[in-house]
């Protein structure tokens, strides 16, 4: 099988034209469902890179999508979201089939309004964010009516009034799923405790290897890319489940670590501070003293 170029969307009337779907009613928003969208035609799967945000469910999905490094299926419904500019992969031996809506949205509809602004900063449009968005029922009901508005906003008579309306509704959407996604973290809680084990693991795993003296303190980026996570979506479950950030949790690992180390061994503290990773052990001293309010020394000292 070669090797495709990814293919670039760069409007909506683009995406419509290759799906073989009508012109759309309006060029900067459009709600498609995906028992009405074509595949592009390809020896098995293509990428796509377009210049608009993808909202979309998906249901009884008989392929896969990889979107950043995460294969997704979609045998129940999944919301997602897909950033302008991300790739998104299809993968499918025969005839693509699914059911579920594509909601489209031009960066060009929202200029000059607030929501060009914070739309980014929504953690699930983040490209590498790798846990989709299941739905009880309830809450697709919720999402679906949201959609259908904005449907239906843009079928009518368009006006000056239409595009704040259209805003309103997305922007609506934006709060829900994100309520949503906070349910998420408490209500999958197997799978988020599993992480938080899977965290610890990696973290003492860093400590007590030469990893630690070679590349010094772990950062937010390395124990989220070992999950398999975005580091936004890793401090936010953290966040939801322990209260702290994935910053603060290494801190409080660091010093629980430190801890031990000065209680149980004769080394000193600048060799403490460097066999946690520290390249100066200022830097050590003074993150242990905001912690725990006592120099490492001090807290040595307070066993003797």
């Not at 009884?60 to 997704?72: E, L, P, V």
């Not at 991300?86 to 060009?108: F, K, M, N, R, Y």
Request: with cysteine; glycine share 4%.
């Amino acid at each position: 099988m070669k090797n495709l170029q990814p293919l670039r969307v760069t409007t909506i009337t683009e995406y419509h034209q290759i799906r073989e779907l009508p012109k759309p009613e309006h060029p900067l928003v459009s709600v498609i469902r995906f028992e009405d969208v074509k595949r592009v035609e390809c020896d098995n799967s293509r990428s796509f890179i377009h210049s608009f945000y993808c909202i979309a469910l998906k249901r009884n999905f008989n392929g896969k999508m990889k979107y950043g490094q995460q294969d997704y299926d979609f045998d129940e419904g999944i919301l997602f979201f897909i950033s302008p500019g991300q790739v998104l992969t299809i993968e499918a031996a025969g005839e693509l089939q699914h059911t579920g809506w594509l909601l489209l949205v031009h960066p060009d509809f929202l200029w000059n309004t607030p929501l060009a602004k914070t739309i980014k900063q929504y953690d699930f449009f983040s490209y590498a964010v790798h846990e989709a968005l299941h739905l009880s029922e309830k809450e697709e009901t919720v999402i679906k009516g949201i959609v259908q508005n904005i449907e239906q906003e843009y079928r009518s008579t368009i006006d000056e009034f239409s595009q704040p309306v259209i805003i309103a509704q997305l922007d609506l959407l934006l709060t829900y799923a994100e309520r949503f996604y906070r349910r998420q973290f408490i209500t999958r809680k197997i799978a988020n405790h599993q992480l938080l084990d899977r965290l610890e693991a990696v973290l003492t795993n860093y400590f007590t290897s030469d990893e630690v003296s070679e590349k010094g303190l772990p950062t937010v980026q390395f124990v989220a890319d070992a999950l398999n996570v975005s580091p936004n979506y890793l401090s936010a479950l953290l966040k939801v489940l322990t209260g702290q950030t994935t910053q603060q949790h290494i801190h409080d690992r660091v010093i629980s670590t430190a801890k031990e180390k000065l209680s149980t061994t004769d080394l000193t503290v600048s060799e403490i501070a460097y066999s946690l990773g520290f390249e100066h052990p200022q830097s050590f001293n003074n993150l242990f003293k905001n912690k725990t309010n006592f120099s490492p020394l001090a807290f040595r000292n307070s066993f003797n």
